[in-house]
């Protein structure tokens, strides 16, 4: 029997089938093992020494892979094909030699690029060894992560309060972010105008010509600045009186198609035209790699996801051009193959690019058995990778200049000769090739494609329809999306391809940088951090060293320098930098953010440039700044403890600073209670904002509050809704001898009966709900229906996945498992259920191992006189330490993210 090791259970039920009964397939669903999240398992003065541990899933797996090996012929390990597989692999071999599993037992490397029967049944047939320079490359790039992250966090946490963690490429990537975000806020507008005159003749169509010069000058883009200098060229072109066709310039260009897919022009394509994030498509284009069954056999659809290559195998190329072929004619299909080479930094082509595993199986074939996002992606693969063995496009660009007034003889047909010139431009598709079945998307800062002329002669008279003005304003560079901030990674040499949808998830998940409209917009917290670290690490954040990094990472993976040889270059240095901060005074820290952010939080009013923006609005002679306290960041005032005004740290012009000036730093009142006299105020705390009555008469007396509903803002809130929100809970009637009532708790709006409470769905208020809908919430199952999604393989029991109070969850028997923030219910599988609640389960039973060693010591043995006072105090401080031990653990395992 020969033992086949895989990540995923989907891939080891496929290539189970493919290997036949000699073969037993295992999955090790990812890494068996991994570095411990606490201090000191990367160890820089024993030689960069790691420390791996297999922990949860990790020591189930290994046990049943070691259990099948101890009766296997052979081990083969088939772990995906790039250098997180290699590794996966290694630890895989690693753990087996470190339990003396594997004797004499023959082991060898299995790599395919697709997940089809052909495909896997060659690769067995061409085994190697386990790379050792991928393996030593992943080594470097974790240790050097690890470091970072539990070396540089700290700091972080002492000398920036509030600030979560930080990572070797998600802070540079932060820092473009929080770069862009300045670049727009000192940004100017200008205003300028643009003169377009609508033509036509007899014969043709009306068009479109822009005005570029006027009284013999050509005109700058910026030239015409005000409506009196428009207006000024518009009446010239009206009274020029003949508007003749002074040059028409035609020029035949080839347009040929993209190359297909690698990682990162995938999400970026993903995210241009249909609207994926990067971790999304990748999720995606997972289950696309895994594959469907498709005529009884499941197969991979697409080959591997992660990859920098461009090239295609010659048989896809074949398949690709019997397919153009017969499905477009001969004349879509060029003499020779398309080559592509990459032409992005740090490539590695070990792999070819994304396409479809099967050229004959077209997006409408397997559309049916495809969620609608899995469709529509397959979709984009599979048209992108066919393009690029087409056809190329045939344009004709045509320039046109328009005189207005002056001769008509040739020998006046310049641009300039007359009262004006205009001039159109557009294209004619000749021949639409590859554009036949793919055009490119763009970001919605790129210009639209131009217009579609008619044809023009030299010296054709033309007829004036209409002269318009235009104003315009300068605009600031654009935010970055996750597609354009991906290519700029990417164009950078910054972090690999495979990472970035995890850089820009965890950039989120630390409430670093926020998407709105699909743009990246910093935090305040996120700014913070990269001032910190521009002051203080700055050579670690600067792209040409970052990008250095990534280039030697890549000489590891070559063979060509000792990885070890790399880690101890960057921590002599790093180290060194690190040192030099334990003396560092809050006051420096302050005076760097403030020196870095001062024109963020305090910039000058172009409408009041007198009125100094840091002036205290109390006292009138303090000076506002950046202040630290133990949550973060807030603006405080130089007079403090004499004047204590404070503000939240954000800043001017900002939709949150909108709010937090409405409410004068902290409040604002929104009338008197007509009840009791009081006043109603909005504030804003540590969770948001709030409403209350009143204020608390001495120390202790809570007064009555209220949370805002969701889709309700400060900025739409008046006096009668604080009025009905602090009024709540109200009450809807009486159902079978019980109250119902609704109200604003803890958890949002709710509707509740005796002990039974249910919250009210987002799209719905809780003012206005009514008794008849209330019952049916909670006449609703707890947790909402539970949906059946396939039978447990260890005992056949059902396994459910539902909504429940905490987020989506998967049940069986008594085990619940919450899913993670990047499945949603419609998405989770068998397979990956089974996987949370065997972790879950796991994560029980060694809590339950635990608990009997706190109850044990001798209690029922006689103690000596003082034993009691000492043995409390033990006991005391030893639970004392503990916690002290679990918050530092908590607080450091962040750093590994």
């Given at each position: 029997m020969h033992v086949v090791v895989v990540e995923s259970p989907a891939k080891a039920k496929t290539i189970n089938k493919y290997l036949g009964k000699d073969f037993q397939v295992l999955a090790s669903y990812g890494h068996v093992r991994d570095l411990p999240s606490k201090d000191g398992s990367v160890l820089p003065d024993q030689d960069f020494a790691m420390a791996w541990e297999v922990e949860g899933r990790g020591e189930r797996q290994i046990k049943e892979i070691a259990q099948a090996v101890r009766n296997a012929d052979r081990l083969y390990l088939a772990t995906d094909p790039d250098r997180e597989g290699e590794a996966i692999s290694w630890h895989i071999v690693e753990e087996l030699k470190r339990r003396r599993i594997l004797k004499d037992i023959p082991v060898q490397r299995v790599v395919f690029n697709e997940i089809t029967r052909n495909a896997v049944i060659e690769a067995f047939k061409q085994p190697r060894d386990i790379d050792v320079n991928l393996v030593d490359a992943y080594l470097a790039r974790r240790a050097l992560d690890y470091l970072v992250g539990f070396t540089l966090s700290p700091v972080l946490w002492r000398k920036l309060p509030g600030s979560r963690s930080a990572g070797r490429v998600q802070s540079v990537a932060l820092r473009l972010i929080c770069e862009r975000e300045a670049e727009i806020e000192v940004f100017r507008a200008q205003e300028y105008w643009s003169v377009e005159a609508l033509l036509d003749s007899v014969a043709t169509a009306p068009f479109k010509a822009r005005l570029t010069h006027l009284e013999g000058r050509k005109l700058e883009r910026l030239e015409i600045g005000d409506k009196g200098a428009a207006d000024r060229a518009v009446a010239a072109i009206r009274g020029a009186g003949r508007y003749t066709v002074a040059s028409v310039e035609k020029k035949q260009v080839r347009r040929?198609?993209?190359?297909?897919?690698?990682?990162?022009?995938?999400?970026?394509?993903?995210?241009?035209k249909l609207g994926f994030g990067a971790s999304r498509t990748m999720r995606i284009a997972q289950k696309l790699y895994e594959g469907v069954e498709v005529d009884g056999e499941t197969v991979g659809l697409i080959t591997y996801m992660r990859t920098d290559g461009v090239a295609m195998s010659n048989e896809a190329i074949g398949a690709a051009r019997q397919t153009i072929a017969a499905r477009y004619g001969d004349n879509y299909l060029p003499n020779a193959p398309r080559q592509y080479k990459t032409k992005a930094k740090n490539a590695q082509e070990a792999h070819e690019a994304i396409r479809p595993t099967d050229f004959g199986r077209h997006p409408d074939q397997v559309r049916r058995r495809l969620s609608e996002e899995e469709a529509r992606l397959?979709?984009?693969?599979?048209?992108?990778?066919?393009?690029?063995?087409?056809?190329?496009?045939?344009l004709e660009q045509v320039a046109v200049d328009i005189r207005c007034g002056g001769a008509s003889e040739a020998s006046a047909n310049a641009a300039g000769a007359g009262v004006a010139t205009l001039r159109a431009t557009g294209q004619v598709v000749l021949f639409d090739g590859f554009l036949r079945l793919y055009q490119e998307g763009r970001d919605d800062d790129e210009e639209e494609s131009s217009q579609r002329l008619p044809k023009l002669a030299e010296g054709q008279d033309?007829?004036?329809?209409?002269?318009?003005?235009?104003?315009?304003?300068?605009?600031?560079?654009?935010?970055?999306?996750?597609a354009s901030l991906v290519k700029k990674l990417e164009e950078l040499g910054i972090g690999r391809p495979s990472t970035y949808a995890s850089i820009l998830q965890v950039l989120q998940d630390r409430e670093y940088v926020r998407l709105d409209k699909r743009r990246f917009l910093p935090e305040d917290r996120g700014r913070l951090v990269t001032a910190f670290l521009s002051a203080f690490f700055q050579r670690y954040v600067e792209y040409s060293f970052t990008a250095s990094m990534e280039e030697e990472l890549d000489e590891v993976s070559d063979g060509k320098v000792d990885y070890k040889t790399v880690l101890r270059r960057f921590w002599e240095a790093f180290a060194a930098a690190v040192e030099e901060t334990k003396g560092l005074r809050i006051a420096d820290v302050i005076d760097a953010l403030d020196r870095?952010?001062?024109?963020?939080?305090?910039?000058?009013?172009?409408d009041k440039p007198g009125v100094d923006p840091?002036?205290?609005p109390v006292c009138g002679n303090g000076r506002l700044g950046i202040r630290l306290g133990k949550t973060g960041g807030f603006v405080g005032c130089s007079n403090y403890p004499e004047c204590r005004y404070t503000r939240p740290l954000i800043a001017p012009g900002s939709e949150e600073a909108e709010q937090a000036a409405a409410l004068g730093g902290d409040t604002l009142e929104l009338g008197t209670d007509p009840g009791s006299g009081q006043s109603v105020t909005l504030r804003k705390g540590p969770y948001g904002f709030y409403i209350q009555l009143g204020e608390a008469k001495e120390k202790g007396d809570k007064p009555k509050r209220s949370s805002l509903p969701p889709n309700t803002t400060p900025d739409s809130l008046d006096l009668d809704l604080a009025l009905k929100l602090l009024a709540l809970p109200r009450s809807l009637g009486v159902h079978e001898g019980e109250e119902v009532t609704a109200g604003i708790g803890r958890y949002g709006p709710y509707v509740k009966r005796a002990s039974v409470y249910k919250s009210i769905p987002k799209d719905e208020d809780v003012l206005t709900i009514g008794m008849n809908r209330a019952i049916d919430l909670l006449s609703q199952k707890p947790g909402g229906e539970a949906k059946t999604i396939g039978n447990h393989p260890d005992d056949g029991k059902p396994v459910t996945a539902q909504k429940g109070r905490y987020g989506p969850y998967v049940k069986h028997g008594k085990i619940n498992a919450t899913l993670p923030k990047d499945l949603t219910l419609e998405e989770i599988t068998l397979d990956k259920a089974v996987e949370l609640l065997r972790a879950q389960a796991e994560k029980k039973g060694a809590g339950k191992g635990k608990a009997p060693a706190k109850a044990a010591p001798k209690a029922k043995t006689a103690p000596k006189a003082k034993a009691p006072a000492k043995k409390a105090a033990t006991k005391s401080a030893g639970k004392t330490g503990a916690r002290s031990k679990a918050k530092a653990g908590a607080k450091t395992a962040k750093a590994a993210e």
């Amino acid at each position: 029997m020969h033992v086949v090791v895989v990540e995923s259970p989907a891939k080891a039920k496929t290539i189970n089938k493919y290997l036949g009964k000699d073969f037993q397939v295992l999955a090790s669903y990812g890494h068996v093992r991994d570095l411990p999240s606490k201090d000191g398992s990367v160890l820089p003065d024993q030689d960069f020494a790691m420390a791996w541990e297999v922990e949860g899933r990790g020591e189930r797996q290994i046990k049943e892979i070691a259990q099948a090996v101890r009766n296997a012929d052979r081990l083969y390990l088939a772990t995906d094909p790039d250098r997180e597989g290699e590794a996966i692999s290694w630890h895989i071999v690693e753990e087996l030699k470190r339990r003396r599993i594997l004797k004499d037992i023959p082991v060898q490397r299995v790599v395919f690029n697709e997940i089809t029967r052909n495909a896997v049944i060659e690769a067995f047939k061409q085994p190697r060894d386990i790379d050792v320079n991928l393996v030593d490359a992943y080594l470097a790039r974790r240790a050097l992560d690890y470091l970072v992250g539990f070396t540089l966090s700290p700091v972080l946490w002492r000398k920036l309060p509030g600030s979560r963690s930080a990572g070797r490429v998600q802070s540079v990537a932060l820092r473009l972010i929080c770069e862009r975000e300045a670049e727009i806020e000192v940004f100017r507008a200008q205003e300028y105008w643009s003169v377009e005159a609508l033509l036509d003749s007899v014969a043709t169509a009306p068009f479109k010509a822009r005005l570029t010069h006027l009284e013999g000058r050509k005109l700058e883009r910026l030239e015409i600045g005000d409506k009196g200098a428009a207006d000024r060229a518009v009446a010239a072109i009206r009274g020029a009186g003949r508007y003749t066709v002074a040059s028409v310039e035609k020029k035949q260009v080839r347009r040929n198609p993209q190359p297909p897919f690698t990682t990162s022009t995938l999400q970026q394509e993903a995210s241009r035209k249909l609207g994926f994030g990067a971790s999304r498509t990748m999720r995606i284009a997972q289950k696309l790699y895994e594959g469907v069954e498709v005529d009884g056999e499941t197969v991979g659809l697409i080959t591997y996801m992660r990859t920098d290559g461009v090239a295609m195998s010659n048989e896809a190329i074949g398949a690709a051009r019997q397919t153009i072929a017969a499905r477009y004619g001969d004349n879509y299909l060029p003499n020779a193959p398309r080559q592509y080479k990459t032409k992005a930094k740090n490539a590695q082509e070990a792999h070819e690019a994304i396409r479809p595993t099967d050229f004959g199986r077209h997006p409408d074939q397997v559309r049916r058995r495809l969620s609608e996002e899995e469709a529509r992606l397959y979709d984009l693969v599979y048209v992108r990778a066919l393009a690029s063995q087409m056809e190329a496009a045939q344009l004709e660009q045509v320039a046109v200049d328009i005189r207005c007034g002056g001769a008509s003889e040739a020998s006046a047909n310049a641009a300039g000769a007359g009262v004006a010139t205009l001039r159109a431009t557009g294209q004619v598709v000749l021949f639409d090739g590859f554009l036949r079945l793919y055009q490119e998307g763009r970001d919605d800062d790129e210009e639209e494609s131009s217009q579609r002329l008619p044809k023009l002669a030299e010296g054709q008279d033309l007829t004036l329809r209409d002269v318009l003005a235009e104003q315009h304003f300068t605009q600031p560079p654009p935010r970055y999306s996750e597609a354009s901030l991906v290519k700029k990674l990417e164009e950078l040499g910054i972090g690999r391809p495979s990472t970035y949808a995890s850089i820009l998830q965890v950039l989120q998940d630390r409430e670093y940088v926020r998407l709105d409209k699909r743009r990246f917009l910093p935090e305040d917290r996120g700014r913070l951090v990269t001032a910190f670290l521009s002051a203080f690490f700055q050579r670690y954040v600067e792209y040409s060293f970052t990008a250095s990094m990534e280039e030697e990472l890549d000489e590891v993976s070559d063979g060509k320098v000792d990885y070890k040889t790399v880690l101890r270059r960057f921590w002599e240095a790093f180290a060194a930098a690190v040192e030099e901060t334990k003396g560092l005074r809050i006051a420096d820290v302050i005076d760097a953010l403030d020196r870095d952010l001062g024109p963020h939080f305090f910039p000058i009013d172009p409408d009041k440039p007198g009125v100094d923006p840091r002036a205290c609005p109390v006292c009138g002679n303090g000076r506002l700044g950046i202040r630290l306290g133990k949550t973060g960041g807030f603006v405080g005032c130089s007079n403090y403890p004499e004047c204590r005004y404070t503000r939240p740290l954000i800043a001017p012009g900002s939709e949150e600073a909108e709010q937090a000036a409405a409410l004068g730093g902290d409040t604002l009142e929104l009338g008197t209670d007509p009840g009791s006299g009081q006043s109603v105020t909005l504030r804003k705390g540590p969770y948001g904002f709030y409403i209350q009555l009143g204020e608390a008469k001495e120390k202790g007396d809570k007064p009555k509050r209220s949370s805002l509903p969701p889709n309700t803002t400060p900025d739409s809130l008046d006096l009668d809704l604080a009025l009905k929100l602090l009024a709540l809970p109200r009450s809807l009637g009486v159902h079978e001898g019980e109250e119902v009532t609704a109200g604003i708790g803890r958890y949002g709006p709710y509707v509740k009966r005796a002990s039974v409470y249910k919250s009210i769905p987002k799209d719905e208020d809780v003012l206005t709900i009514g008794m008849n809908r209330a019952i049916d919430l909670l006449s609703q199952k707890p947790g909402g229906e539970a949906k059946t999604i396939g039978n447990h393989p260890d005992d056949g029991k059902p396994v459910t996945a539902q909504k429940g109070r905490y987020g989506p969850y998967v049940k069986h028997g008594k085990i619940n498992a919450t899913l993670p923030k990047d499945l949603t219910l419609e998405e989770i599988t068998l397979d990956k259920a089974v996987e949370l609640l065997r972790a879950q389960a796991e994560k029980k039973g060694a809590g339950k191992g635990k608990a009997p060693a706190k109850a044990a010591p001798k209690a029922k043995t006689a103690p000596k006189a003082k034993a009691p006072a000492k043995k409390a105090a033990t006991k005391s401080a030893g639970k004392t330490g503990a916690r002290s031990k679990a918050k530092a653990g908590a607080k450091t395992a962040k750093a590994a993210e």
